[in-house]
């Protein structure tokens, strides 16, 4: 196996044996990059020198026997992740050229562990995507089909996963952000609970949903970086005081006394393709060998789930992207005489046109005479929603279904039909609306050969039993063993 291609617990291993040093996975991580990344383009910045000091100061710490299971392991970070002297873009115009000067918690963590940081990967502008195409500077290729779109927003973060071109990543998760392109990337991605970890230093797409959280090539190294970046933070007025597990702790054999719910509304939605709704059927009868009970539950309120979040989400990034006005930082427009002609220009050519969309949605949503009947039903809507899976669990302890409705489409495809593209996220934002935690881990592949995913959802802060579900299911089966070659 070459190095590009170990795992997180395998490089570790390699490295506390001394078998391997951190400058040379680094170093064969960034070749990987300089192969690849042509065809790929899951990159927005690479951060070679930096990774390499980092590489260096993680083997001196290890030959002092100072390190951890992260120590000297080459991570991607989503760039919408803040990183102290490091381009953060949130792959937008408007801030092309913003070096934050402080980093996000999760960053303090990583670098505490000893982890290096290679780059910062390819995402839709501000979030805002379900394809990595809305991207301000470059789409991100599917590794799987180079032809097709890698899934989005964290689109860059499963693409590098899936290339080789890290060991870990993180990304982030507003409506499906993680799970879906992890889910057409073959890979395993997690959204913890809303609380679990810390947002401080996330640059906001909307406040009440994003989440940061890992792609893997596997879960047992979904495990170690849940364990690494979850934890209360007093910087985020979000983040919940609750103790962490051991996540690792649940990397065992059995399901013996799982009940998993299976949504009878997510079998009838129009439009699943029928290999996502077979591999994920073959999926459930797997789990249910493996000693879980299987129930059929009610969601009743998901056929309002994508309208809800479309007033939600926008509405929320219309007030969080009100900062970005050419005055305080990020791109200004210096060629307009006044104020007014300024702001206008500086948003008209900073934002793309997925994000000036939904700023005009969610500013149209928010303004005096809509507020209750949009935003104020759709809240309403939310709580309804939440109901719904507070009721379920208590007949289940997981609730699993298909991440999206399709395999990954050719690039172009979609991107002119917006509505079409908000309707593949059905099977994810209900999640975030509830606050849950949701991953992906990969359960087939279609005719075509690309990856489909299944989704574990569960009750708040159990993200420990997504994983027991998830981890067994992965060792009964090989499809995470499956690389694309390209």
Not at 68 to 81: E, M, V
Not at 152 to 175: P, Q, R, W
Not at 267 to 276: A, L, M, N, R
Not at 353 to 371: C, N
């Amino acid at each position: 196996m070459k190095l590009h291609e170990l795992t997180i617990q395998q490089a570790h291993r390699l490295i506390k044996q001394k078998k391997i040093s951190s400058q040379e996975l680094t170093r064969a991580v960034l070749d990987r990059i300089d192969d690849v990344e042509k065809n790929v383009d899951a990159y927005i910045t690479v951060a070679d020198e930096m990774a390499m000091d980092q590489a260096r100061l993680a083997d001196k710490a290890i030959s002092k026997g100072n390190f951890s299971t992260l120590t000297g392991i080459p991570l991607a970070i989503k760039d919408l992740i803040c990183t102290k002297g490091l381009r953060t873009t949130c792959a937008s115009r408007i801030l092309e050229n913003f070096v934050p000067p402080y980093d996000a918690t999760v960053i303090e963590k990583l670098k505490k562990e000893g982890a290096v940081i290679v780059g910062k990967a390819n995402m839709d502008e501000f979030a805002m995507g379900s394809s990595t195409e809305n991207s301000g500077f470059k789409p991100t290729h599917n590794p799987w089909d180079l032809m097709r779109i890698p899934g989005g927003s964290s689109g860059g973060s499963a693409a590098a996963i899936a290339a080789g071109m890290c060991i870990g990543s993180l990304g982030s998760d507003t409506g499906g952000s993680i799970r879906q392109p992890a889910s057409h990337c073959g890979v395993v991605g997690m959204k913890p609970t809303y609380g679990r970890v810390s947002r401080f230093g996330l640059v906001a797409f909307a406040s009440s949903l994003d989440q940061i959280g890992p792609l893997t090539k596997d879960v047992t190294d979904c495990a170690i970086l849940m364990n690494v970046i979850s934890g209360h933070d007093p910087a985020d007025s979000t983040s919940v005081p609750v103790d962490v597990p051991d996540y690792t702790s649940f990397l065992n054999d059995g399901l013996k006394g799982i009940v998993v719910g299976i949504p009878k509304e997510y079998s009838t939605t129009k439009g699943i393709d029928p290999d996502v709704s077979d591999a994920v059927r073959r999926a459930v009868d797997k789990i249910e060998d493996l000693g879980a009970e299987c129930v059929e539950l009610s969601l009743p309120h998901t056929e309002h789930v994508v309208a809800a979040y479309y007033v939600i989400a926008p509405s929320e990034a219309s007030s969080n992207l009100a900062r970005y006005d050419g005055v305080k930082y990020g791109y200004r427009d210096k060629n307009k005489g006044n104020l007014i002609e300024m702001y206008r220009s500086t948003r008209s050519k900073g934002f793309g046109q997925e994000v000036q969309r939904r700023i005009i949605l969610g500013t149209y949503s928010l303004s005096a005479g809509y507020y209750d009947a949009y935003y104020g039903k759709a809240s309403q809507i939310r709580t309804l929603i939440i109901e719904d899976f507070k009721k379920a669990f208590e007949t289940c302890h997981v609730i699993l279904s298909p991440v999206t409705p399709s395999t990954a489409f050719k690039i172009g495809e979609m991107i002119d039909d917006p509505l079409t593209m908000y309707l593949s996220d059905i099977f994810t934002i209900s999640a975030n609306l509830a606050g849950i935690p949701g991953m992906s881990v990969p359960c087939g592949f279609s005719s075509a050969g690309l990856p489909i995913g299944l989704q574990i959802m569960g009750k708040h802060f159990n993200e420990g039993t997504l994983i027991r579900v998830a981890y067994n299911f992965e060792q009964a089966t090989d499809f995470h063993k499956k690389k694309p070659k390209f």
